[in-house]
């Protein structure tokens, strides 16, 4: 009989090994993911993103799959995250994942599920790589949020796919101002059904490209979380329980803005992966030229409601390796059946 794990113990061996190493070596400011952008292009124009905004108003050619290897070794993070944009739309996709597997390191796909066909037939699963499909709601919310029809049942069919041919697949989930709680409900049962190995779920960041009033205070997202407390006993969430504390206000947590950072087609993003302020040449400029202190203290006003996992998941893996209880905790909630 097989043991039910959130995450595999190869990637809770890395983390700890690169968390007690960067501690002996004195490292205060490490990454424990790389926020890998091969690419800006995406097939769809999402309401909650700014990447194709972004990308229209600074148009930049994806970055070569030397670039990207590059990135991973100067950054030295355990997890790749490899997203857009829409990652499928890069040539060199398929190399550059075999490359950072062939690396160690542990990856996950982002796509919106559309394209990702070719690449469940081509690729063989494995361990260390993890499929994360976006999806925000049922068919027709889904359908409203990407402003394409037909994408809710190519991302279900895509997910079913994945798990047929063995593929780990998680699934991440933005919560905006209308996400009916009802819906997320429905939609969090028919994934765990289809048997995915994890769910993410966060309130959308406010971005400032993206008009309409879609996104959610912090007041208001952590009443929307402790209405759905029950979910997190029921389905796959492999959302921390110390994050999950903070999102319905149970804790407070500062930001950890360089434990994900962005390398992308125009450079590497400062100071976050929701937040342009600049861009630099290497990741060595990244870390000495931006100031950190600043949006570690919420000291920003684009940081007020901010609770996304990018910024605050990094805060969490800190706190519990400081904190044994709080470690034990997220041990045995690792191997916690919902």
Not at 159 to 184: H, W
Not at 275 to 301: F, N, Q, V
């Amino acid at each position: 009989m097989t043991m039910y794990m959130r995450f595999p113990v190869s990637l809770h061996v890395s983390l700890t090994k690169y968390i007690i190493k960067n501690a002996l070596d004195g490292i205060k400011r490490f990454p424990l993911v790389l926020m890998l952008e091969p690419t800006h292009r995406c097939n769809l124009a999402c309401a909650g993103c700014d990447r194709i905004r972004l990308h229209n108003q600074e148009q930049a050619d994806d970055l070569s799959l030397e670039q990207c290897i590059d990135a991973a070794l100067a950054s030295r993070a355990p997890v790749v995250t490899v997203t857009g944009g829409e990652p499928l739309l890069y040539q060199e996709l398929n190399p550059l994942v075999a490359e950072l597997l062939g690396m160690k390191r542990h990856v996950y796909l982002c796509t919106n599920g559309i394209l990702t066909g070719s690449f469940i037939e081509e690729f063989k699963p494995c361990t260390e790589l993890t499929l994360n499909f976006h999806i925000d709601g049922m068919e027709e919310t889904h359908d409203l949020i990407t402003n394409r029809a037909g994408t809710f049942k190519k991302t279900i069919g895509a997910i079913k796919k994945a798990k047929q041919r063995g593929f780990r697949v998680s699934t991440n989930t933005s919560v905006y101002k209308n996400s009916d709680t009802e819906e997320l409900e429905r939609l969090f049962a028919l994934l765990k059904g289809l048997g995915v190995d994890g769910i993410l779920i966060s309130p959308a960041f406010s971005y400032e490209r993206v008009e309409n009033n879609i996104f959610l205070c912090r007041d208001e997202a952590m009443e929307r979380f402790r209405h759905m407390a029950l979910f997190f006993k029921k389905f796959p969430f492999i959302n921390s329980p110390v994050y999950i504390d903070f999102l319905q206000g149970k804790r407070q947590m500062s930001c950890t803005p360089w434990g994900n950072p962005t390398r992308n087609p125009l450079g590497w993003k400062s100071p976050c992966y929701l937040i342009t302020d600049a861009y630099y040449a290497s990741y060595r400029e990244l870390m000495e030229k931006t100031p950190w202190k600043r949006y570690e203290a919420g000291a920003d006003p684009r940081c007020r409601d901010c609770m996304v996992h990018s910024g605050y998941e990094a805060t969490a893996m800190r706190t519990a390796f400081s904190h044994p209880k709080d470690l034990i905790r997220l041990a045995l909630w690792n191997l916690k059946k919902p």
